[in-house]
């Protein structure tokens, strides 16, 4: 009798640990929905990034406990604001969920690639490795109220939320979960390691500079005090 409830309780929990994982099953992407996981925005084979229309994240987790993410993002640029900077970063790997309800993102360190643009300070864009282990401190999927969809929030380790995420595939969208890109085979490993830092063309401003309502109202300051600064100078030359 002992036995059995034992048995139960085990096999509850294995139950429950298994659903609660369910929920994250899929490939998950922010409000633009055209930055994915997958083939279309890495390419290993040929070592390329491919830019979305939209700047965006993505991330993928799959049943069997593998993650993998894609950032397409615009870097703040308040000195020179018509010379948006961005940067694109992909990496996958393995996740769990701990015991506390947290969950760890370990990625497989040398599949990772990053591409940073800042094509006023360096004219090409800078192709690299890239790496970083992620915990989230939390994480919720629910219904979207307002577009219906499944929604699903991040908590970032200091508990402030990352953009929320909606499911966009399911099942998720996800590149080979092995190794891409081994450091050293004896064969390729030269060839690969040469392919990984390298200058590439730049990332598109035109995507970049898209702005939101409060940059455009502090670009519009900007472009004001050029005027003010012009017709000072006007002013300075006719008296
Ligand atoms: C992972 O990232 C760290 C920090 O940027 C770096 O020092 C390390 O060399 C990277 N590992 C690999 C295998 O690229
Ligand atoms: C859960 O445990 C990890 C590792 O010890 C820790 O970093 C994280 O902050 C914890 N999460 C919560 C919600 O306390
Ligand atoms: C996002 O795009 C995918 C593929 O085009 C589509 O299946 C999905 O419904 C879209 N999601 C949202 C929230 O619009």
């Given at each position: 009798m002992l036995f059995s409830v034992a048995a139960l309780l085990v096999g509850a929990s294995f139950a429950a640990a298994q659903a609660s994982f369910t929920d994250l099953v899929g490939t998950w992407s922010s409000k633009s929905n055209s930055t994915f996981t997958g083939p279309g925005f890495y390419d290993p084979v040929n070592e390329k990034f491919t830019e979305p229309k939209h700047t965006g994240i993505s991330y993928s987790f799959s049943q069997d406990g593998h993650f993998e993410e894609s950032y397409y993002r615009a870097i703040a640029n308040p000195t020179r604001p018509n010379c948006p900077k961005g940067i694109m970063q992909w990496q996958h790997g393995s996740f769990k969920k701990l015991d506390n309800g947290s969950l760890l993102l370990e990625p497989i360190k040398v599949d990772g690639r990053q591409l940073y643009s800042d094509p006023c300070t360096y004219g090409n864009a800078i192709y690299t490795r890239y790496n970083t282990t992620e915990l989230f401190k939390g994480y919720e999927v629910l219904k979207d109220g307002y577009t219906g969809k499944q929604r699903l929030n991040l908590y970032k380790y200091d508990g402030s939320p990352l953009m929320p995420l909606y499911m966009a595939y399911t099942p998720p969208q996800m590149?080979?979960?092995?190794?891409?890109?081994?450091?050293?085979?004896?064969?390729a490993g030269a060839k690969a390691t040469s392919k990984v830092k390298r200058s590439d063309l730049p990332l598109d401003v035109n995507v970049l500079s898209k702005r939101t309502p409060q940059q455009k109202q502090a670009d519009r300051w900007w472009w004001f005090g050029v005027f003010l600064t012009a017709s000072g100078g006007a002013l300075y030359y006719f008296f």
């Open positions: 590149l080979p979960t092995t190794t891409l890109n081994p450091l050293t085979t004896a064969t």
